[in-house]
């Protein structure tokens, strides 16, 4: 991996917030650069400077770091955040020698189409983002591939199954699974809908207690109404046993 310059100028021992915050309105990141020989050196940078670095060669990219007390091969070993913008607020530079083996973190890239998921409607699932690794400096790599191209439903891809170069010592367990192609969750099955069978008998209505229908026979007249007089022609209904018949109109000769 290529070093990467990077200028810094030197801030005070004992800065303030308010001085902080400045360089921060300025667009420039403060930090510190420990570790190897020498002691504490405080610098800032080029916020645009710092980002583009990363972004093109990853977090792990060699930094060669200038500024009024000399030059450091550095790597950024803490970035910290703005909780709600995400811009850089401090960064750690951890000087290194290129002879000498460190410890680091490399991001995890998924590549390929897995059957599992193409062809099977199964789901990927992510279990494993970066290797942890242990090499020279200038042998770090910016990412690992963990090709799923050969997964079908139900399978997995383990640390063991990724392609690592020989100078590298990768600490992670091997076992670690860092893909895995799920099977769906089966959907809960709907209680089917009963069909009315043809010729069946269908169910009585149901009326409610103390209602009656509308106009049905027999149905005795509300406190006050009057009887409904008769048709034209309409024989009088026959008394009850023991009743008068109703009297009549006297014949005249």
């Known amino acids: 991996m290529a070093e990467i310059e990077l200028k810094a100028d030197i801030r005070s021992e004992k800065s303030t917030k308010k001085e902080l ?14 570790g190897g020989q020498g002691g504490n050196v405080k610098v800032v940078v080029v916020e645009k400077e710092l980002m583009g670095a990363l972004k093109a060669h990853g977090m792990n990219v060699l930094l060669r770091l ?18 709600l913008t995400s811009r850089p607020i401090h960064a750690d530079f951890q000087r290194i020698s290129l002879t000498e083996k460190i410890t680091v973190k490399v991001p995890i890239e998924v590549v390929g189409e897995a059957p599992g998921v193409k062809l099977q409607a199964g789901i990927l699932e992510r279990a494993l983002h970066s290797l942890e690794i242990r090499c020279l400096p200038n042998a770090i790599p910016s990412k690992f591939d963990a090709d799923v191209s050969a997964l079908n439903i139900g399978e997995q891809l383990f640390v063991s199954g990724l392609k690592v170069p020989s100078d590298i010592e990768v600490l992670t367990d091997p076992k670690q699974i860092v893909v895995n192609i799920l099977v769906p969750a089966a959907e809960e099955e709907k209680p089917a ?46 008394g009850k046993p023991g009743e008068k018949p109703a009297a009549g109109k006297e014949h005249k000769k």
């Open 21 to 34: 915050s400045g360089y921060r309105r300025e667009n420039r990141v403060p930090g510190i650069v420990y």
């Open 193 to 238: 809908e009963e069909v009315p069978v043809e010729g069946a008998a269908a169910e009585p209505e149901v009326i409610a207690k103390g209602k009656e229908k509308e106009g049905e026979e027999g149905a005795e007249a509300k406190p006050g109404e009057k009887a409904a007089a008769g048709k034209p022609g309409e024989k009088p209904a026959a």
């Open 66 to 83: 200038k500024h009024a007390k000399g030059e450091d091969t550095v790597i950024v070993k803490v970035l910290q955040k703005h909780a």
